[in-house]
């Protein structure tokens, strides 16, 4: 996941901010807008997966196989879990999900390499507790709203630093070691994860703070000369309207195309919610703002956030939801040079977002939803 925003996980204080400021230019329209006068085209529609719910069997990976034409790791693919300990690498549930994509025909997009979050200890605290005996085993930090998050990281960066040639070292080895491993079968990554602050600056990552402004530029060259052929994305939430952090992520690419450095394309999560997401036209907007720079675009993690506490019946949530999903899949469909749409997860079974937000295309008995035959009615037929 790209891990989201505070208001990413607070979806509902996010959709009554929404509410508050109409000219934000995301909220949702009353109707459906008229269907665009364009060609169906067969657009991948692609979905993450948890590698614990593919073993259990069962609906899940055959709700997959049938339906989703590519995966995304949802968690095994992070740093956290390739890289456990420094320099020590561990591939077995990356291995497992790309064989199972293999075997079945499916393609994989790699996510995460550069991310400031679902990072292993020992690059949050520069490795201070082994330093001292305190070894302790692989664990994975509990998830903090984003401010929180934020100043643990950055206090325990701090305190115990990292030189500039040391962290670049660290994030070329990550990048080479993963791309290299999985060149010819990962053919797309999410090579840097949410980059952008809500200023549209860089965020003060570890790598932005240790490194510099030029990590995003030395990630993206690693990545290329580690696997020439890999498709290299930016990948970042919050950027599908307009405001100072789609400004700041457009200038971003505009700079980097400019100069030559490898980028084939930006990832729009849409991580979103049925009173504020994103229309069709503004979306195409959007995307037509990094198409014009000679770049891709994809969908790559979308969710639709409802809740039982919305004073209205579960049908009438179901139809918002799915005009969410139709606005953005036939803003795909529209733009030739969007190349998937990924969902963040198969059912609301199993999914990062609390049972009630009822987010996904299937239910939690993997029933379709309104939103499905939406999503298919903007792609060509299969």
């Given at each position: 996941?790209?891990?989201?925003?505070?208001?990413?996980?607070?979806?509902?204080?996010?959709?009554?901010?929404?509410?508050?400021?109409?000219?934000?230019g995301?909220?949702?329209?009353?109707?459906?807008?008229?269907?665009?006068?364009?060609?169906?085209?067969?657009?991948?529609?692609?979905?993450a997966?948890?590698?614990?719910?593919?073993?259990?069997?069962?609906?899940?990976?055959?709700?997959?196989?049938?339906?989703?034409?590519?995966?995304?790791?949802?968690?095994?693919?992070?740093?956290?879990?390739?890289?456990?300990?420094?320099?020590?690498?561990?591939?077995?549930?990356?291995?497992?999900?790309?064989?199972?994509?293999?075997?079945?025909?499916?393609?994989?997009?790699?996510?995460?390499l550069?991310?400031?979050?679902?990072?292993?200890?020992?690059?949050?605290?520069?490795?201070?507790?082994?330093?001292?005996?305190?070894?302790?085993?692989?664990?994975?930090?509990?998830?903090?709203?984003?401010?929180?998050?934020?100043?643990?990281?950055?206090?325990?960066?701090?305190?115990?630093?990292?030189?500039?040639?040391?962290?670049?070292?660290?994030?070329?080895?990550?990048?080479?070691?993963?791309?290299?491993?999985?060149?010819?079968?990962?053919?797309?990554?999410?090579?840097?994860?949410?980059?952008?602050?809500?200023n549209?600056?860089?965020?003060?990552?570890?790598?932005?703070?240790?490194?510099?402004?030029?990590?995003?530029?030395?990630?993206?060259?690693?990545?290329?000369?580690?696997?020439?052929?890999?498709?290299?994305?930016?990948?970042?939430?919050?950027?599908?309207?307009?405001?100072?952090?789609?400004?700041?992520?457009?200038?971003?690419?505009?700079?980097?195309?400019?100069?030559g450095?490898?980028?084939?394309?930006?990832?729009?999560?849409?991580?979103?919610?049925?009173?504020?997401?994103?229309?069709?036209?503004?979306?195409?907007?959007?995307?037509?703002?990094?198409?014009?720079?000679?770049?891709d675009?994809?969908?790559?993690?979308?969710?639709?956030?409802?809740?039982?506490?919305?004073?209205?019946?579960?049908?009438?949530?179901?139809?918002?939801?799915?005009?969410?999903?139709?606005?953005?899949?036939?803003?795909?469909?529209a733009?030739?040079?969007?190349?998937?749409?990924?969902?963040?997860?198969?059912?609301?079974?199993?999914?990062?977002?609390?049972?009630?937000?009822?987010?996904?295309?299937?239910?939690?008995?993997?029933?379709?939803?309104?939103?499905?035959?939406?999503?298919?009615?903007?792609?060509?037929?299969?």
């Amino acid at each position: 996941m790209g891990g989201h925003g505070w208001l990413g996980r607070h979806w509902m204080l996010a959709a009554l901010l929404a509410l508050a400021l109409p000219g934000a230019g995301h909220a949702a329209p009353a109707k459906a807008p008229a269907a665009a006068a364009v060609p169906l085209r067969d657009v991948p529609l692609g979905t993450a997966v948890r590698l614990s719910a593919l073993r259990s069997g069962g609906d899940y990976p055959d709700t997959f196989l049938r339906e989703f034409d590519s995966l995304t790791a949802e968690n095994e693919m992070k740093m956290q879990a390739l890289q456990p300990r420094r320099g020590r690498y561990d591939f077995a549930a990356a291995d497992e999900l790309v064989r199972f994509a293999r075997r079945n025909g499916k393609a994989v997009r790699g996510h995460t390499l550069v991310w400031g979050q679902a990072l292993p200890l020992w690059l949050v605290d520069h490795g201070a507790l082994d330093r001292i005996g305190l070894r302790l085993p692989p664990i994975v930090l509990p998830r903090l709203p984003n401010a929180l998050g934020r100043l643990v990281g950055e206090t325990a960066t701090t305190l115990t630093g990292w030189r500039r040639d040391e962290l670049m070292g660290v994030m070329k080895d990550h990048i080479r070691t993963v791309m290299r491993r999985y060149a010819g079968d990962v053919a797309e990554w999410d090579v840097v994860n949410e980059p952008m602050a809500d200023n549209g600056a860089l965020a003060p990552t570890v790598w932005r703070r240790f490194i510099g402004p030029d990590y995003v530029e030395q990630a993206l060259r690693t990545a290329h000369s580690a696997d020439p052929k890999a498709k290299l994305f930016i990948n970042d939430f919050n950027v599908e309207y307009p405001g100072p952090k789609l400004d700041g992520l457009v200038a971003l690419a505009r700079d980097l195309v400019a100069r030559g450095v490898p980028l084939d394309g930006i990832g729009l999560q849409s991580h979103t919610h049925v009173l504020g997401y994103t229309d069709e036209a503004t979306l195409r907007r959007t995307m037509r703002r990094f198409t014009r720079l000679g770049l891709d675009v994809q969908i790559t993690e979308m969710d639709v956030a409802t809740s039982s506490l919305l004073d209205v019946a579960r049908p009438e949530r179901l139809q918002r939801q799915a005009l969410a999903y139709g606005a953005a899949a036939r803003a795909c469909n529209a733009v030739p040079r969007c190349t998937r749409l990924t969902t963040w997860g198969i059912s609301d079974a199993v999914s990062w977002l609390s049972p009630g937000a009822a987010g996904l295309l299937f239910d939690g008995s993997y029933r379709t939803k309104p939103a499905y035959a939406a999503v298919r009615a903007a792609f060509a037929p299969r």
